[in-house]
């Protein structure tokens, strides 16, 4: 994986051995004439490669040390990423936990029991049970009876009962309403 700031800090590694080759030379070119080359001493070869190997062993470990920075913060990016995920998962896994436990409540013979009842003689009698409990009830009755039986409760637990009713249909929701 090359990034940019490889490409700009080898293109100028590549230009910093090119100006100090050139500079290297200049003596040697310092006493010929224009067109004519002078011969390159030995000594000074084995030095400009010496130092162009020891320069490229550096540029390449540095260029190493950026990468392995980089797959490290994208190492700690994933792995949070992760951590959210899982506390999602966790979340969800409850709420559908307690809403089929919620659901659960109003099954049976219980619910057929309100079905067949009276709205005006069931809702006192949903008002004194369980809100929770309450709630499951009128959510699986048939809605124009639902609507009747909340018509009958007093304002404020017809509003927990259809705030409960609401929220175990938000998958959003992962706290207990009561």
């Excluded at 009876?145 to 938000?170: F, N, W």
């Amino acid at each position: 994986m090359i990034k940019k700031l490889d490409i700009v800090t080898s293109s100028t590694a590549l230009r910093n051995l090119a100006i100090v080759g050139l500079i290297a030379t200049l003596p040697a070119f310092a006493g010929t004439a224009v067109g004519q080359q002078a011969p390159l001493e030995s000594a000074s070869e084995a030095e400009i490669q010496q130092f162009c190997t020891g320069i490229a062993d550096a540029a390449r470990d540095q260029r190493y040390l950026l990468q392995k920075q980089e797959l490290d913060k994208l190492q700690a990016d994933v792995d949070g990423r992760i951590a959210v995920l899982e506390k999602r998962r966790a979340e969800y896994e409850d709420w559908l936990t307690r809403r089929n436990d919620f659901m659960k409540q109003a099954e049976g013979q219980l619910l057929e029991i309100y079905k067949k009842m009276a709205p005006d003689a069931a809702a006192p009698q949903l008002e004194q049970t369980d809100v929770i409990l309450a709630a499951a009830i009128i959510m699986k009755l048939p809605p124009r009876q639902s609507s009747l039986i909340l018509t009958e409760m007093s304002p404020e637990k017809a509003a927990k009962v259809a705030s409960i009713m609401s929220s175990a249909s938000d998958r959003n929701t992962s706290k207990d309403p009561s």
